[in-house]
Protein backbone atom coordinates (compact mmCIF):
# COMPACT_ATOMS: atom_id res chain seq x y z
CA UNK A 1 0.00 0.00 0.00
CA UNK A 2 1.32 3.49 -1.10
CA UNK A 3 1.92 6.03 1.93
CA UNK A 4 -0.28 8.73 2.51
CA UNK A 5 -0.01 12.34 1.59
CA UNK A 6 -2.76 15.22 1.00
CA UNK A 7 -1.39 17.89 -0.95
CA UNK A 8 -2.14 20.64 -3.64
CA UNK A 9 -1.68 20.01 -6.70
CA UNK A 10 -1.68 21.83 -9.96
CA UNK A 11 -4.78 20.76 -12.45
CA UNK A 12 -5.50 20.01 -15.77
CA UNK A 13 -9.34 20.39 -16.53
CA UNK A 14 -11.09 18.42 -19.39
CA UNK A 15 -14.22 17.90 -20.20
CA UNK A 16 -16.47 15.15 -18.99
CA UNK A 17 -18.06 13.20 -21.91
CA UNK A 18 -21.27 12.14 -20.63
CA UNK A 19 -22.31 15.02 -18.26
CA UNK A 20 -22.91 18.71 -19.25
CA UNK A 21 -22.32 19.75 -15.77
CA UNK A 22 -18.83 17.90 -14.63
CA UNK A 23 -15.69 18.00 -15.48
CA UNK A 24 -12.61 16.23 -14.59
CA UNK A 25 -9.60 17.16 -12.30
CA UNK A 26 -6.58 15.64 -13.27
CA UNK A 27 -3.51 15.13 -10.83
CA UNK A 28 -0.33 12.98 -12.30
CA UNK A 29 -2.39 10.62 -14.16
CA UNK A 30 -5.38 10.63 -11.60
CA UNK A 31 -8.93 12.34 -12.67
CA UNK A 32 -11.29 12.93 -10.38
CA UNK A 33 -14.88 14.27 -11.53
CA UNK A 34 -15.95 17.67 -10.51
CA UNK A 35 -18.47 20.13 -10.67
CA UNK A 36 -17.81 21.99 -14.03
CA UNK A 37 -16.63 25.58 -13.46
CA UNK A 38 -15.07 24.94 -10.15
CA UNK A 39 -11.41 24.99 -11.19
CA UNK A 40 -9.12 25.84 -14.30
CA UNK A 41 -6.25 24.17 -16.09
CA UNK A 42 -3.27 25.96 -13.71
CA UNK A 43 -4.94 26.54 -10.87
CA UNK A 44 -3.95 24.62 -7.54
CA UNK A 45 -6.09 22.84 -5.49
CA UNK A 46 -5.79 19.48 -2.37
CA UNK A 47 -6.11 16.06 -3.55
CA UNK A 48 -7.07 13.74 -1.05
CA UNK A 49 -6.09 10.35 -2.22
CA UNK A 50 -7.78 6.73 -2.64
CA UNK A 51 -8.19 5.23 0.94
CA UNK A 52 -7.97 8.13 2.94
CA UNK A 53 -10.57 8.35 5.78
CA UNK A 54 -12.04 12.06 6.29
CA UNK A 55 -13.55 13.41 9.63
CA UNK A 56 -16.92 14.10 9.91
CA UNK A 57 -16.62 17.82 9.80
CA UNK A 58 -14.86 17.75 6.57
CA UNK A 59 -16.98 14.79 4.88
CA UNK A 60 -20.30 17.74 5.60
CA UNK A 61 -18.18 20.69 4.56
CA UNK A 62 -17.39 18.55 0.79
CA UNK A 63 -21.20 17.51 0.66
CA UNK A 64 -20.41 13.57 0.67
CA UNK A 65 -22.29 12.39 3.71
CA UNK A 66 -23.52 9.26 3.07
CA UNK A 67 -21.78 9.13 -0.23
CA UNK A 68 -18.05 7.73 0.87
CA UNK A 69 -16.75 3.80 1.44
CA UNK A 70 -16.58 1.95 4.26
CA UNK A 71 -18.83 1.32 7.57
CA UNK A 72 -18.73 4.63 8.57
CA UNK A 73 -19.40 6.42 4.65
CA UNK A 74 -15.93 7.49 5.53
CA UNK A 75 -13.25 6.35 2.84
CA UNK A 76 -12.34 7.64 -0.11
CA UNK A 77 -12.78 5.15 -2.52
CA UNK A 78 -12.71 5.09 -6.48
CA UNK A 79 -15.95 5.33 -8.11
CA UNK A 80 -17.38 5.53 -11.45
CA UNK A 81 -19.44 8.95 -11.99
CA UNK A 82 -21.20 9.11 -14.92
CA UNK A 83 -19.38 6.45 -16.54
CA UNK A 84 -15.87 7.91 -15.92
CA UNK A 85 -13.47 6.65 -13.35
CA UNK A 86 -12.92 9.36 -10.25
CA UNK A 87 -10.25 8.53 -8.23
CA UNK A 88 -9.52 10.84 -5.09
CA UNK A 89 -11.35 14.13 -4.65
CA UNK A 90 -10.18 17.36 -5.58
CA UNK A 91 -11.17 20.05 -3.22
CA UNK A 92 -10.46 23.68 -1.55
CA UNK A 93 -11.14 22.74 2.16
CA UNK A 94 -12.37 25.56 4.64
CA UNK A 95 -9.29 25.30 7.03
CA UNK A 96 -6.72 25.92 4.34
CA UNK A 97 -8.53 29.32 2.78
CA UNK A 98 -5.57 31.12 3.91
CA UNK A 99 -2.76 28.85 2.48
CA UNK A 100 -1.06 29.97 -0.26
CA UNK A 101 -1.96 26.57 -2.58
CA UNK A 102 0.47 27.39 -5.47
CA UNK A 103 3.00 27.64 -3.28
CA UNK A 104 1.85 24.91 -1.18
CA UNK A 105 2.07 22.65 -4.43
CA UNK A 106 5.21 23.36 -5.18
CA UNK A 107 6.79 22.72 -1.48
CA UNK A 108 4.71 19.50 -1.59
CA UNK A 109 3.19 20.79 1.14
CA UNK A 110 1.25 17.45 3.18
CA UNK A 111 -1.83 19.06 5.09
CA UNK A 112 -3.26 15.74 6.21
CA UNK A 113 -2.59 15.98 9.93
CA UNK A 114 -3.83 19.77 9.45
CA UNK A 115 -7.45 18.32 7.86
CA UNK A 116 -7.23 15.63 10.32
CA UNK A 117 -7.02 12.50 7.51
CA UNK A 118 -5.35 9.66 8.46
CA UNK A 119 -4.60 6.36 5.87
CA UNK A 120 -7.40 3.55 5.80
CA UNK A 121 -5.88 0.35 7.89
CA UNK A 122 -7.28 -2.54 6.88
CA UNK A 123 -8.71 -5.30 9.30
CA UNK A 124 -6.66 -8.28 9.92
CA UNK A 125 -8.71 -12.14 9.84
CA UNK A 126 -7.48 -13.84 12.50
CA UNK A 127 -5.81 -16.60 10.06
CA UNK A 128 -3.91 -13.35 9.47
CA UNK A 129 -2.91 -12.80 13.13
CA UNK A 130 -1.22 -14.11 15.94
CA UNK A 131 1.11 -13.77 18.80
CA UNK A 132 4.03 -11.65 17.96
CA UNK A 133 8.16 -11.11 19.21
CA UNK A 134 10.07 -8.63 18.50
CA UNK A 135 12.50 -8.45 15.51
CA UNK A 136 14.85 -6.21 14.76
CA UNK A 137 16.41 -7.99 11.56
CA UNK A 138 13.62 -8.48 9.66
CA UNK A 139 14.06 -7.10 6.37
CA UNK A 140 10.91 -4.93 5.64
CA UNK A 141 8.70 -4.33 2.72
CA UNK A 142 8.45 -1.18 1.16
CA UNK A 143 5.31 0.78 0.22
CA UNK A 144 4.57 1.04 -3.32
CA UNK A 145 3.84 4.18 -5.18
CA UNK A 146 1.17 4.32 -8.18
CA UNK A 147 2.45 5.05 -11.22
CA UNK A 148 -0.67 7.41 -11.83
CA UNK A 149 0.19 9.35 -9.13
CA UNK A 150 3.77 9.75 -10.05
CA UNK A 151 4.18 8.79 -13.57
CA UNK A 152 7.76 10.13 -13.54
CA UNK A 153 9.53 7.20 -11.24
CA UNK A 154 10.52 5.81 -14.76
CA UNK A 155 11.52 7.87 -18.29
CA UNK A 156 10.36 6.96 -21.76
CA UNK A 157 11.87 3.77 -23.16
CA UNK A 158 13.70 2.86 -19.78
CA UNK A 159 13.99 -0.82 -19.88
CA UNK A 160 11.86 -2.03 -17.49
CA UNK A 161 9.71 -5.50 -16.34
CA UNK A 162 6.09 -5.67 -15.15
CA UNK A 163 5.01 -8.48 -13.12
CA UNK A 164 0.91 -9.17 -12.00
CA UNK A 165 0.15 -8.25 -8.76
CA UNK A 166 -1.62 -10.97 -6.79
CA UNK A 167 -4.55 -9.54 -4.35
CA UNK A 168 -3.25 -11.45 -1.52
CA UNK A 169 -1.63 -10.61 1.66
CA UNK A 170 1.93 -10.48 1.95
CA UNK A 171 4.29 -13.01 3.78
CA UNK A 172 7.86 -11.20 4.81
CA UNK A 173 10.66 -14.12 5.61
CA UNK A 174 13.95 -13.19 6.45
CA UNK A 175 16.63 -15.87 7.10
CA UNK A 176 19.09 -14.81 9.17
CA UNK A 177 22.50 -16.79 8.27
CA UNK A 178 24.20 -16.50 11.48
CA UNK A 179 21.12 -17.61 14.05
CA UNK A 180 19.76 -20.54 11.13
CA UNK A 181 16.34 -18.77 11.68
CA UNK A 182 13.91 -17.34 9.80
CA UNK A 183 11.41 -14.91 10.66
CA UNK A 184 7.98 -14.94 9.18
CA UNK A 185 6.10 -11.22 9.37
CA UNK A 186 2.89 -10.03 7.59
CA UNK A 187 3.03 -6.17 5.95
CA UNK A 188 1.72 -4.50 8.84
CA UNK A 189 3.38 -6.82 11.56
CA UNK A 190 6.98 -6.37 9.48
CA UNK A 191 6.28 -2.55 9.32
CA UNK A 192 6.49 -2.52 12.90
CA UNK A 193 9.54 -5.19 13.51
CA UNK A 194 7.46 -7.77 14.28
CA UNK A 195 7.19 -11.23 13.40
CA UNK A 196 4.71 -13.75 14.11
CA UNK A 197 5.50 -16.91 15.97
CA UNK A 198 5.16 -19.93 14.84
CA UNK A 199 1.67 -21.20 14.80
CA UNK A 200 0.22 -24.20 12.46
CA UNK A 201 -2.78 -22.31 12.17
CA UNK A 202 -1.23 -19.55 10.72
CA UNK A 203 -1.61 -18.35 7.01
CA UNK A 204 1.90 -17.17 6.51
CA UNK A 205 3.42 -20.05 8.32
CA UNK A 206 1.68 -22.35 6.43
CA UNK A 207 2.48 -21.29 3.31
CA UNK A 208 6.10 -20.69 4.42
CA UNK A 209 6.25 -24.50 5.25
CA UNK A 210 3.63 -25.99 2.56
CA UNK A 211 6.66 -24.14 0.05
CA UNK A 212 9.85 -24.54 1.80
CA UNK A 213 10.78 -21.38 1.80
CA UNK A 214 12.92 -20.83 5.06
CA UNK A 215 15.05 -23.54 3.58
CA UNK A 216 15.35 -21.67 -0.05
CA UNK A 217 16.38 -18.64 1.66
CA UNK A 218 18.53 -20.70 3.70
CA UNK A 219 20.37 -21.74 0.28
CA UNK A 220 20.62 -18.28 -1.27
CA UNK A 221 22.26 -16.56 1.93
CA UNK A 222 24.58 -18.82 1.16
CA UNK A 223 25.07 -18.73 -2.11
CA UNK A 224 24.85 -14.90 -1.97
CA UNK A 225 27.11 -15.09 0.88
CA UNK A 226 24.61 -12.95 2.74
CA UNK A 227 24.07 -12.26 6.29
CA UNK A 228 20.25 -11.65 5.40
CA UNK A 229 17.64 -12.54 3.16
CA UNK A 230 14.30 -11.63 2.98
CA UNK A 231 12.00 -13.66 0.66
CA UNK A 232 8.46 -11.49 -0.23
CA UNK A 233 5.95 -13.51 -1.36
CA UNK A 234 2.04 -13.11 -1.77
CA UNK A 235 -0.60 -15.28 0.13
CA UNK A 236 -3.44 -15.59 -1.98
CA UNK A 237 -6.98 -17.82 -2.34
CA UNK A 238 -10.14 -18.83 -1.16
CA UNK A 239 -10.63 -17.18 1.87
CA UNK A 240 -7.69 -14.63 1.89
CA UNK A 241 -9.18 -12.28 -0.44
CA UNK A 242 -12.23 -11.90 -2.61
CA UNK A 243 -9.90 -12.85 -5.91
CA UNK A 244 -8.98 -16.62 -5.45
CA UNK A 245 -6.79 -17.57 -8.63
CA UNK A 246 -8.67 -21.11 -8.08
CA UNK A 247 -6.42 -21.32 -4.75
CA UNK A 248 -8.19 -22.25 -1.40
CA UNK A 249 -6.38 -20.06 1.46
CA UNK A 250 -8.63 -22.89 4.10
CA UNK A 251 -6.85 -25.92 2.55
CA UNK A 252 -4.00 -27.51 0.93
CA UNK A 253 -4.40 -25.93 -2.34
CA UNK A 254 -3.23 -22.52 -0.48
CA UNK A 255 -1.49 -20.30 -3.48
CA UNK A 256 1.56 -18.73 -2.69
CA UNK A 257 4.09 -16.70 -5.10
CA UNK A 258 7.23 -14.64 -4.44
CA UNK A 259 7.73 -11.05 -6.10
CA UNK A 260 10.63 -9.89 -4.38
CA UNK A 261 14.00 -10.72 -2.72
CA UNK A 262 16.42 -8.61 -0.63
CA UNK A 263 19.71 -9.32 0.42
CA UNK A 264 22.57 -8.15 3.05
CA UNK A 265 25.47 -8.30 1.91
CA UNK A 266 29.26 -6.85 3.27
CA UNK A 267 26.79 -5.05 5.68
CA UNK A 268 24.42 -3.46 2.67
CA UNK A 269 20.93 -3.88 1.78
CA UNK A 270 20.45 -5.42 -1.87
CA UNK A 271 17.43 -5.93 -4.08
CA UNK A 272 17.37 -8.50 -6.61
CA UNK A 273 15.65 -10.05 -9.01
CA UNK A 274 13.44 -12.93 -7.75
CA UNK A 275 12.83 -14.84 -10.98
CA UNK A 276 16.98 -15.02 -11.53
CA UNK A 277 17.74 -16.10 -8.09
CA UNK A 278 14.75 -18.28 -6.93
CA UNK A 279 12.97 -19.58 -10.42
CA UNK A 280 12.75 -23.64 -10.22
CA UNK A 281 13.00 -22.85 -5.78
CA UNK A 282 9.53 -21.15 -5.34
CA UNK A 283 6.74 -20.17 -7.42
CA UNK A 284 6.84 -16.75 -8.71
CA UNK A 285 4.66 -14.02 -9.93
CA UNK A 286 3.98 -13.82 -13.50
CA UNK A 287 6.40 -11.75 -15.59
CA UNK A 288 3.92 -9.94 -18.37
CA UNK A 289 6.19 -7.66 -20.18
CA UNK A 290 10.27 -6.80 -20.35
CA UNK A 291 10.48 -3.75 -23.01
CA UNK A 292 10.68 -0.25 -22.71
CA UNK A 293 8.78 1.85 -20.03
CA UNK A 294 5.71 3.63 -22.01
CA UNK A 295 2.67 4.35 -19.70
CA UNK A 296 -0.30 3.81 -22.08
CA UNK A 297 1.34 0.37 -22.29
CA UNK A 298 2.10 -0.11 -18.89
CA UNK A 299 -1.70 0.65 -18.08
CA UNK A 300 -3.10 -1.54 -20.32
CA UNK A 301 -0.91 -4.38 -19.44
CA UNK A 302 -2.51 -3.53 -15.56
CA UNK A 303 -6.02 -4.39 -17.21
CA UNK A 304 -7.65 -7.62 -18.37
CA UNK A 305 -7.40 -11.02 -16.58
CA UNK A 306 -5.43 -12.67 -14.03
CA UNK A 307 -2.51 -15.08 -15.50
CA UNK A 308 -1.60 -16.90 -12.60
CA UNK A 309 -4.27 -19.79 -12.23
CA UNK A 310 -4.14 -20.41 -16.14
CA UNK A 311 -7.78 -20.40 -16.74
CA UNK A 312 -8.35 -16.70 -16.67
CA UNK A 313 -10.96 -16.87 -13.46
CA UNK A 314 -11.50 -13.57 -13.02
CA UNK A 315 -9.85 -9.34 -13.40
CA UNK A 316 -6.52 -9.09 -12.66
CA UNK A 317 -5.34 -6.35 -10.30
CA UNK A 318 -2.95 -4.99 -11.86
CA UNK A 319 0.74 -4.41 -12.53
CA UNK A 320 4.67 -3.80 -10.21
CA UNK A 321 6.77 -1.88 -12.59
CA UNK A 322 10.54 -2.42 -12.20
CA UNK A 323 13.72 -1.29 -13.88
CA UNK A 324 15.26 -4.06 -15.66
CA UNK A 325 18.13 -2.85 -13.34
CA UNK A 326 17.48 -1.98 -9.62
CA UNK A 327 18.16 1.98 -9.10
CA UNK A 328 16.81 4.86 -6.55
CA UNK A 329 14.40 6.94 -7.70
CA UNK A 330 14.65 10.55 -6.40
CA UNK A 331 10.50 10.60 -7.00
CA UNK A 332 10.26 8.12 -4.42
CA UNK A 333 12.90 8.99 -2.30
CA UNK A 334 13.90 5.13 -2.65
CA UNK A 335 13.86 2.27 -4.95
CA UNK A 336 12.64 2.78 -8.37
CA UNK A 337 9.46 0.63 -8.56
CA UNK A 338 5.25 1.53 -8.85
CA UNK A 339 2.44 -0.12 -9.40
CA UNK A 340 -0.58 0.56 -11.67
CA UNK A 341 -4.28 -1.15 -10.99
CA UNK A 342 -6.48 -1.57 -12.80
CA UNK A 343 -10.26 0.54 -13.06
CA UNK A 344 -12.17 -2.90 -12.95
CA UNK A 345 -10.54 -4.00 -9.36
CA UNK A 346 -10.82 -0.58 -8.40
CA UNK A 347 -14.21 -0.39 -8.27
CA UNK A 348 -15.56 -4.52 -8.35
CA UNK A 349 -18.22 -4.86 -5.93
CA UNK A 350 -17.79 -6.60 -3.17
CA UNK A 351 -13.81 -6.41 -3.02
CA UNK A 352 -11.64 -7.41 0.51
CA UNK A 353 -8.34 -5.30 1.23
CA UNK A 354 -6.47 -7.44 4.32
CA UNK A 355 -3.81 -6.60 5.21
Request: aromatic share 6%; proline share 5%.
Amino acid sequence: MSTLRVTAEVLTVHEHPNADALELAQVGLYRAVVAKGAYRTGESAVYIPEQSVLPTTLIEELGLTGRLAGPGSDRVKAVRLRGELSQGIVCRPKALADVDLARAAADGTDFAEALGIVKWVPPIPPTMNGDVESAPDLLPWVDIENIQRYPDIFAPGENVVLTEKLHGSACLLTYLADQDRAYVSSKGFGAKSLALKEDSRNLYWRAVHAHGVAAAAARLAERLGARRVGVFGEVYGAGVQDLSYGADGRRESLGYAVFDVSAEIAGEVHWLDAAALLDGELPLVPRLYEGPYDIDRVLEVASGRETVSGRALHLREGVVIRPAVERYSPVTGGRAIAKAVSPAYLTRKGGTEYE
